[in-house]
């Protein structure tokens, strides 16, 4: 009964709660714990990383790759901390976009929005381009078809048709999203839990001690992918092999992307968030620790299994054929559902972004089904660009190209280079919420929401901002192609280049639509109360009297606050 009756209470007050931050509720306020969790879980998705990752890592660092995993979650948990106390004190769709216009201020949060928002596209397409080769193999396998995973017709017809598909269940309402990303937990859990101890049923070839060996990764002679890193294990191998795990781990914050769908949002999505992560991490080390026990013994048959030729296939080949189908079907289910999961947080930060102005044919985007109260135009683009982006999977160099100061690798198609900044975007945005919380912080922001990191607020932020900041190094840093770094991930200057091109059309599109100009000046500041009763809800385009009101109205809230 008081379930019953705290519920439309609970509802009036995150109403209430958007209504202070300057936004009306639009969106259907329906899903729970669970379900905000889900969606961040299924982003997260460690069948996806460790499938998609796990040569990474053992190739370039052998067995103990499987350690680089700690401090990655254990300074990424500090982040989704940060994060946290940011979504329970804005919990706005958008989530890192509306975090740094209120931390800092418009033109800071545009920024954010526009590397976190292409770098949530760009993820579409490489997750669902990704799941290719396992759902032909699948239909292969079941109905004695001959279709070739690799080929760009077949990439890019599949790929098409998975949108398609998952834009319309986005579509129909975000309980959906929800039950899908709850199915994705699911299937997340017997793919990751389930592959472990099926592999231990069919017998481990190795001990636990083998978790700690290298079997010489770190020199060239015995390097299953033939890289040289001149025999240094640590300041060579282990700084590519981190980055196995750095791939994974992210999509926590999503749980902040849907929080104007989510009931009670303050305090449910700071907890989805590290909850998220939590589980990931503990389900991404069963599964590598059960690949890694289950690799080969014999020297040949390890390095097929550590090489991209073989890779988890290889190791799962020692199980029956009805196995291998069983979790070929379980993977395919957790990339759809990774990818419906994306899809849902990149609507709702078009969705918000463009609910304050800042997109083109803005009132379209931010217009709100009154069938479905889901964005479906930010849905339908949300689509329809990484459509646009699957198709340079046609765009491959034949041969190595000379373009300015760096070389375009023969064979590497454009897709691949443009989903690299699938994860630096992600890190250069993450990296500046943190420094924009840490600013915030220091002008007097007092955080008023449900969590609260309280004393160990700057120090939680320095760790993160330090971490972020260095990882994001690793991955960006540009090397020679023959290099490990270069051969293996970023291509040479291209990781690095991409993310600047990226960053320069940004750049030309704030120089002559000035967006940010469209916002009231953020940063609430100093007292809780500020937070809670006096935040400035952002001006409408045009509103000149509304934006000098609020501005009004917010220099008051930092006088009180002095």
Not at 59 to 65: D, E, K, V
Not at 140 to 147: E, G, H, M, R, V
Not at 162 to 170: A, E
Request: aromatic residues 12%; proline residues 4%; glycine residues 10%.
């Amino acid at each position: 009964m008081n379930d019953t009756a705290g519920a439309p209470a609970e509802h009036d007050e995150d109403a209430a709660h958007l209504e202070r931050l300057g936004y009306k509720q639009e969106l259907h306020r329906v899903l729970g714990l669970f379900d905000n969790f889900s969606v961040a879980f299924s982003y997260l998705s460690p069948m996806v990383g460790v499938y998609s990752l796990f040569v990474l890592g053992v190739g370039t660092a052998g067995p103990r790759y499987l350690w680089l995993m700690v401090p990655v979650v254990g300074f990424m948990l500090l982040v989704a901390l940060v994060f946290g106390e940011l979504a329970s004190h804005y919990p706005i769709a958008g989530a890192l976009y509306q975090y740094g216009k209120w931390s800092v201020g418009p033109r800071y949060g545009w920024w954010i929005g526009w590397i976190y928002g292409l770098a949530l596209l760009v993820t579409v397409a490489s997750v669902d381009t990704g799941v290719v080769s396992y759902l032909t193999t699948l239909l292969n396998n079941i109905f004695k078809t001959d279709l070739n995973g690799s080929s760009h017709g077949t990439i890019l017809v599949v790929t098409v048709l998975l949108i398609v598909i998952q834009t319309l269940m986005n579509t129909v309402g975000a309980k959906l999203m929800g039950r899908i990303s709850r199915i994705g937990v699911f299937v997340e859990t017997i793919g990751t839990f389930g592959v472990a101890i099926a592999l231990a049923v069919a017998g481990f070839h190795h001990g636990f001690g083998f978790l700690f060996s290298s079997q010489g990764a770190e020199h060239a002679a015995s390097n299953p992918l033939g890289v040289d890193f001149s025999g240094n294990w640590l300041t060579g191998a282990a700084l590519v092999a981190i980055l196995a795990h750095a791939y994974i781990f992210y999509g926590f914050e999503s749980a902040g992307d849907i929080a104007e769908e989510t009931k009670s949002a303050s305090r449910t999505v700071p907890k989805a968030m590290s909850s998220a992560l939590l589980y990931g991490g503990l389900a991404s080390a069963v599964l590598v620790v059960g690949l890694l026990l289950a690799m080969p013994a014999d020297a040949k048959g390890y390095a097929s299994a550590a090489s991209f030729s073989g890779g988890v296939p290889a190791i799962l080949a020692q199980l029956p054929s009805w196995a291998q189908d069983f979790f070929l079907v379980v993977v395919c289910v957790a990339f759809f559902s990774c990818g419906t999961a994306v899809q849902g947080a990149g609507s709702r930060l078009m969705y918000s972004y463009a609910r304050d102005g800042v997109l083109p044919f803005s009132k379209k985007l931010s217009s709100v089904s009154k069938r479905f109260h889901t964005p479906v135009v930010a849905l339908v683009v949300a689509g329809v660009v990484p459509i646009l982006f699957t198709l340079l999977v046609n765009v491959t160099p034949s041969k190595n190209m000379h373009v300015l100061w760096f070389d375009v690798p023969a064979g590497v198609n454009a897709l691949t280079l443009l989903v690299s900044f699938g994860v630096s975007g992600i890190y250069l945005s993450f990296l500046l919420t943190v420094i924009g919380s840490m600013i915030a912080r220091a002008r007097g922001w007092q955080p008023a929401g449900s969590f609260r990191l309280g004393r160990w607020g700057w120090p939680v932020s320095i760790a993160s901002a330090a971490y972020l900041a260095l990882m994001l190094l690793n991955i960006v840093w540009p090397s020679s192609l023959s290099s490990p770094r270069g051969s293996l991930f970023n291509y040479g200057w291209l990781t690095l280049v991409v993310m600047l091109v990226l960053l320069l059309i940004g750049g030309v599109y704030v120089a002559i639509a000035r967006p940010h100009l469209r916002l009231t000046t953020a940063a609430p500041v100093a007292a809780a109360a500020a937070a809670e009763a006096t935040v400035p809800a952002p001006a409408v385009a045009g509103d000149a009297a509304g934006a000098a009101e609020a501005g009004a109205a917010e220099t008051e809230a930092a006088e009180a606050a002095e």
